[in-house]
């Protein structure tokens, strides 16, 4: 955590599961606890979205966070019928939540297998990144990719990183291998026609 101090709320991981996986891959959340850097919170899906509203700004009010991460996003929208009211409830309410802990939202959903998209109505527009972690079968080996999808005020590069998920290390990202200009004896760089018959002619 980087000594930030991390708000975790759930409405469907169970705590003990939640701190088992996460100490498998090397993250002691209990230990952050105890050290007053994290904190888990449960909410109940059953209670109305004005009432989760309420309890969540509670949360807030009476402590102060670097971090706050909402997993997932998606049970507290599919709580709510319209369209409208799910792009108020991320518009009106989360955004006035980053301006308030002047910190990280972090606001995790989740994606059917075989969909591209976050069916979540205006998340893409309010959110400052968008992060996605996605998965698919290649060759008979299962390929995990995170797609950057969007980062306000940096310039995309490269938007896909495999990585890959080690117990007792956590999760290690891949970068993509960048194109290298080579440059002729002119010092003009070289097109991949001209370095394939460079390599050719070097080979001869």
């Known amino acids: 955590m980087g000594g930030h101090k991390c708000l975790y709320i759930s409405f469907q991981e169970d705590k003990e599961k939640l701190y088992r996986h996460m100490k498998k891959l090397g993250f002691d959340l209990e230990e952050l606890e105890k050290k007053g850097v994290f904190k888990y919170v449960r ?47 991320l518009q009106n309410y989360f955004y006035e939540v980053s301006r308030m802990v002047k910190g990280l939202v972090v606001l995790l959903a989740e994606i059917p297998i075989g969909e591209e998209r976050v069916n979540l109505g205006s998340i893409e527009f309010v959110a400052d ?17 995170i797609e950057i999808r969007k980062a306000r005020g940096s310039p995309l590069k490269a938007v896909e990183y495999p990585f890959e998920i080690w117990e007792g290390q956590g999760i ?33």
């Open 43 to 89: 909410l109940p899906m059953m209670t109305l979205v004005d009432d989760l509203m309420k309890e969540l700004s509670t949360l807030l009010t009476t402590d102060s966070y670097d971090v706050i991460i909402v997993d997932s996003v998606n049970a507290l929208l599919d709580s709510v019928k319209t369209r409208e009211e799910q792009r108020l409830i």
């Open 129 to 145: 990144f968008v992060i996605i972690l996605k998965h698919h079968v290649a060759r008979g080996w299962l390929a995990r990719i």
């Open 172 to 204: 290690r990202v891949f970068p993509p291998s960048t194109p290298e200009k080579i440059f002729l004896g002119n010092g003009t760089p070289s097109s991949p026609a001209s370095r394939s018959q460079n390599r050719l002619f070097r080979e001869y």
